[in-house]
T-cell receptor, first 112, second 115 residues
Framework: EPEVTQTPSHQVTQMGQEVILRCVPI?????FYWYRQILGQKVEFLVS????????KSEIFDDQFSVERPDGSNFTLKIRSTKLEDSAMYFC??????????FGSGTRLTVV | TQLLEQSPQFLSIQEGENLTVYCNSS?????LQWYRQEPGEGPVLLVT?????EVKKLKRLTFQFGDARKDSSLHITAAQPGDTGLYLC???????????????FGKGTLLTVNP
């Protein structure tokens, strides 16, 4: 069964530092997404990416966030200057037609 | 803003019992997806329902999409301890870019099946 792979599984960073979360989507998928889940809260949409550009972003996805597909396999989420409230599980997902998602196992980001 | 309300939030039952969890919204979705999430893991897709009134079965799990495509239910027959987990519903809407679907998740139903 194809998987979405995320690294690292855990990341601890100091407030104000930059972090890059990495994802390898399923190879024949065309749509890529980042979601996040703050402890005890709902899974929330951050951004969708298609055809090498952002197709939609939520109000959470402000100027401190960026996404990139630097090569044919990786999809990254960068947070430029982390805040305490950025602590959450970050999930990458991909889909072929935008209906059935495959999620990765997530990166637990802790900002201290 | 689309909201999905799931009920109940917590459900604890004995092995062999039947149960139904509900997912309700005031918004119409193009499709509705049910996921199961284990602690520390990402959601795993169980089923997607697309057509109003659609019923899908996955072994002992039966999923139904409401006629108006605003609500859905998940029924589990003869629950087993292995069914224990967090069940999430998510409504799919075509994004503003027109070429993607973004998901709006409910808070989930945490099911515990006791042996």
């Amino acid at each position: 069964e194809p998987e979405v792979t995320q690294t690292p599984s855990h990341q601890v960073t100091q407030m104000g530092q930059e972090v890059i979360l990495r994802c390898v989507p399923i190879s024949n998928h065309l749509y890529f997404y980042w979601y996040r889940q703050i402890l005890g809260q709902k899974v929330e949409f951050l951004v969708s990416f298609y055809n090498n550009e952002i197709s939609e972003k939520s109000e959470i996805f402000d100027d401190q966030f960026s996404v990139e597909r630097p090569d044919g396999s990786n999809f990254t989420l960068k947070i430029r200057s982390t805040k305490l409230e950025d602590s959450a599980m970050y999930f990458c997902a991909s889909s072929s037609r935008g209906r059935g998602y495959t999620f990765g196992s997530g990166t637990r980001l802790t900002v201290v | 803003t689309q909201l999905l309300e799931q009920s109940p939030q917590f459900l604890s039952i004995q092995e062999g019992e039947n149960l139904t969890v509900y997912c309700n919204s005031s918004s119409v979705f193009s499709s509705l997806q049910w996921y199961r999430q284990e602690p520390g893991e990402g959601p795993v897709l169980l089923v997607t329902v697309v057509t109003g009134g659609e019923v899908k079965k996955l072994k002992r799990l039966t999923f139904q999409f409401g006629d108006a495509r605003k609500d859905s239910s998940l029924h589990i027959t003869a629950a087993q301890p292995g069914d224990t987990g967090l069940y999430l519903c998510a409504g799919a809407m075509v994004g503003s870019g027109g070429s993607n679907y973004k998901l709006t998740f409910g808070k989930g139903t945490l099911l515990t099946v006791n042996p």
